[in-house]
């Protein structure tokens, strides 16, 4: 079941720096989005369309689309949480848009002021209105294993939203970890929910490290012959509206292990490192990513990295 080749979303531009509280001039994430298109990153989510009340730091979303010189064989997605946001979107000609619910009632009103239902039908048009351009929908659900408010998380719970998103003609169905409290089996319990109604290929794994879970729950979904994670460079990132998550699963991380395993990714490991070195040395930290760290702090020592 365990596939050979597997696509990583890079989330670091978005996941990753929505979290930060200093504001990161223009300029650097576009910077950062470049290394990485040119670290061999296939499939970047560059910025969002949110409400710049809600997250300051995406307000210059359209500016980082226009920035970015972009190459081909690179697709682009955004966080779209309502129609305002896609239309920008799709003025910055993104071939896929993400919308996210979460699981729990709780969640969806901290993170986007609405229940779960009104959330599906806000993005009810937003898929039609995607479709309409070409453009690809992707659902994510928050807190698939577990909430902030709430605490534990059923699978019934992720499946009804699942469903939601399927009636509503969402093409991809995203399940994500926010707190990171998720582990494997529990990991595999909600795909099997998921993959009910989404085909292999249109399920994805998105787990924050919090509790150092995300490996395990990777490799405990490939079991499954799921081949499409979201993860972050430098490990950056978190969400705003749940307090304590830490970053995204790190891409290095994901790429070594997916390398050490023979699975391929495109993705030049050694150039990612050097990214994560760029992006940690603009926020002023070391890169949380540990094959960052091993990788740098090897590096010119003559040890073999
Ligand atoms: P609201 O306040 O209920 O919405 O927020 P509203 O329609 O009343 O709008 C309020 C103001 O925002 C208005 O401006 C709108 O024009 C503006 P005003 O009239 O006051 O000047 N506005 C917008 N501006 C630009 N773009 C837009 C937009 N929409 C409204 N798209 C809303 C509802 C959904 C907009 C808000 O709650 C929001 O933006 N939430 C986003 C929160 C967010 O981005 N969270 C982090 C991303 S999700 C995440 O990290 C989880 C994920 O990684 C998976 C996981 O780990 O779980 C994906
Ligand atoms: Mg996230």
Redesign the pocket.
């Known amino acids: 079941m365990i596939p050979e080749r597997v696509t990583l979303v890079e ?1 670091g531009p978005r ?1 990753g720096l ?1 979290n930060e509280a200093q504001l990161i001039p223009t300029a650097q994430k576009i910077e950062l989005v470049q290394r990485l298109q040119a670290a061999g990153c296939r499939e970047i989510e560059a910025t ?8 300051p730091q ?1 307000a210059d979303n359209a500016a980082v689309m226009a920035g970015i010189a972009r190459q081909p064989g690179v697709r682009w997605s955004v ?4 129609l ?2 896609l239309e ?1 979107a799709l003025a910055a000609r993104v071939d896929e848009v ?1 919308v ?1 619910a979460a699981a729990t009632e709780a969640f969806s009103r901290r ?4 229940s779960i239902e009104e959330s599906l039908e806000r993005f009810a048009p937003v898929v039609q209105a995607a479709h309409a351009e070409g453009v690809k929908v992707r659902g ?1 659900i ?2 698939a294993l577990g909430c902030p408010y709430q605490g534990t998380v059923s699978a019934d719970e992720v499946e009804r939203v699942v469903v939601g998103m399927k009636g509503i003609g969402v093409d991809h169905c995203g399940i ?3 707190i990171g409290t998720g582990t494997p089996r529990a990991a595999q319990a909600v795909m099997e929910r998921a993959l009910r109604h989404y085909s292999l290929a249109e399920v994805s794994g ?1 787990f ?1 490290d919090t509790y150092g879970q995300a490996l395990a729950n990777i490799l405990a979904c490939l079991e499954l012959g799921i081949a499409r994670f979201d993860a972050s460079v430098a490990g950056l990132g978190g ?4 307090k304590g998550a830490s970053g995204n699963v790190a891409t290095e991380d994901v790429v070594f292990m997916l390398h050490g395993m023979g699975i391929a990714t495109g993705i030049d490991l050694d150039a990612l490192v050097d990214t994560a070195a760029f992006i940690s040395g603009v926020l002023g930290r070391a890169p949380v990513a540990r094959v960052s760290r091993a990788r740098l702090a090897r590096r010119g020592s003559g040890v073999p990295a």
């Not at 969002?48 to 997250?55: I, Q, T």
């Not at 993170?111 to 609405?114: A, F, G, K, V």
């Open positions: 989330v996941d929505q969002s369309f949110v409400s710049p009340k809600w997250v995406m966080l779209t949480p309502n305002q946001g920008a993400v996210f993170n986007i002021n609405c994510a928050s807190c994500a970890d926010t998105h924050h969400c705003p509206y749940a």
